[in-house]
């Protein structure tokens, strides 16, 4: 089983509605979880960071977390276009962050 | 937020020489620093996992003898891509952990390189 799975996707949502974008991990001792937004030849930069069981919210952003399941999400509230991109998971095994392979999110106007 | 910068973002080289790619810190002590490569439409796959004053840590497949990582200070990390062939050619982004603890990780703006 690979360390950290995403659906690859692409997703494609209408503008104003709601994103769910899901992972799983297979390392059960890992504690950080993170979020990252990567346009199209640029760096990933992070949009939401989650390290204890339950929701949080940031803006328009929510990163849902259950380590019982293995499993950590991101839901985009009022999408926009400007909200295309990858989608990164990662998982902070221990010395190390590790990616799944991202999920391509299309917001259409 | 924190901010890592990466030098050059683009450059070309010729076949059979080397180039080096920077990567600093610039408001906070990183430890460890991360290099990652990202063929397009690929995910990012981690490289090597460098911490100051040792020996970088490389993941498997990544060949240490061509891809030179040094760590020499607290906000420097460079990446060497010796004897550069065209399948080298990539997206390399850095990334760097603040502190000792820190579990928060900044990436710098990548660097392109393309070997003719």
């Known amino acids: 089983q690979k360390e950290v799975e995403q659906n690859s996707g692409p997703l494609s949502v209408p503008e104003g509605a709601i994103a769910s974008l899901n992972c799983t991990y297979s390392?059960?001792?890992?504690?950080?979880f993170f979020w990252y937004r990567q346009y199209s030849g640029k760096s990933p930069e992070l949009i939401m960071s989650?390290?204890?069981?339950g929701d949080k919210e940031d803006g328009r952003f929510t990163a849902q977390l259950n380590k019982a399941s293995q499993y950590v999400s991101l839901l985009i509230r009022d999408s926009q276009p400007s909200d295309s991109a990858t989608y990164l998971c990662a998982v902070n095994i221990p010395q190390k962050l590790v990616f799944g392979k991202g999920t391509k999110l299309t917001v259409n106007p | 937020g924190a901010v890592v910068s990466q030098h050059p973002s683009r450059v070309i080289c010729k076949s059979g020489t080397s180039v080096k790619i920077e990567c600093r810190s610039l408001d906070f002590q990183a430890t460890t620093m991360f290099w990652y490569r990202q063929f397009p439409k690929k995910s990012l796959m981690l490289m090597a996992t460098s911490n100051e004053g040792s020996k970088a840590t490389y993941e498997q497949g990544v060949e240490k003898d061509k891809f030179l990582i040094n760590h020499a200070s607290l906000t420097l990390s460079t990446l060497t891509v010796t004897s550069a062939h065209p399948e080298d050619s990539s997206f390399y982004i850095c990334?760097?952990?603040?502190?000792?603890?820190?579990?928060?990780?900044?990436f710098g703006e990548g660097s392109w390189l393309t070997v003719v």
């Open positions: 390392d059960r001792v890992s504690q950080s």
């Open positions: 989650i390290y204890s069981n």
């Open positions: 990334s760097a952990r603040q502190g000792m603890s820190g579990n928060t990780i900044y």
